[in-house]
């Protein structure tokens, strides 16, 4: 592939659709380390037993569908603008209540409404998580932690920092929710490897999260990109050692 066949593949890649968090496009091009639990079987046997289920962040409610039969009262959340047509068509046959452009440090529910309450890659306030759960209800959030994509922002910006870069990782995100009342039932945290195949896979995946990248462009770090194809080319692959950063907590509200 010449320098302009690379180039239009990329501008391509970059205009490619995208919604409804779905990544299947690119699963197999750009490829994480298992993590060591799965989300959804540590919830299915709540999903089971519970009647009443808040999903934060449902994205285009796929997530949420597979899941079914759902708690007879079973609401959603989803704050971005693209998913929520998406989620709609996905969870209105199955009787899901969803709440769109949500605040979620004042959730539009009562005190006490719900057993569980799911949370994957989603902002919360445990303020209010903690106030809309049952006593003894259960909040599980899997979270995307501070050091994500770290080591692709370094080989294309020459810095592992984001423009919002905060603390974020389970230590702390386990000691704001014990302080508020909860009790930690189980907790892993994961930092791993990123392998990518191809370079129309990085511009697919950073037009689809933008906050990942702030003012990425093919344009702005095509040399960039250029020297990964050239990675790539060499070894088949280009591994990000200590790239993908993901927790999991699981939480009880107490008496």
Known sequence: MNDIDLFNFLVFEADHPFSGWDFSYISDRIV?????????????????????????????GEFLSSLVPLPKHTCATENFEPNIPIAKKNLGPLGVMLFSSVDNEKLPFKNEEFNLVINRH???????????LKPNGIFITQQVGDIN???????????????????????????????????????????????????????????????????????????????????????????????????????????
């Open 149 to 255: 994509d770290s080591k692709l922002r370094l080989i294309l910006t020459g810095s592992e920092k984001s423009e919002n870069d905060t603390e974020w990782n389970l230590e702390y995100a386990e000691e704001r929710l014990k302080a508020i009342g909860f009790e930690i039932l189980e907790r892993q945290e994961n930092i791993s490897y990123t392998r990518i195949f191809d370079v129309g896979a990085i511009v697919y995946y950073l037009k689809a999260v933008p906050w990942e990248l702030a003012g990425f462009s093919v344009e702005k770090y095509y040399d960039e990109l250029m020297e990964i194809q050239s990675i790539i080319n060499e070894k088949g692959y280009l591994e990000l050692d200590s790239n993908n950063h993901r927790f999991i907590i699981k939480a009880r509200k107490l008496k």
């Open 122 to 132: 989603e902002f919360y306030s445990p303020i209010e998580v903690y106030r809309i």
């Open 32 to 60: 994480n380390a298992p993590l060591t639990w799965s989300y959804s079987s540590i919830i299915l046997p709540l999903v089971r037993k519970v009647e009443s289920l808040l999903d934060m962040g449902t994205g285009g």
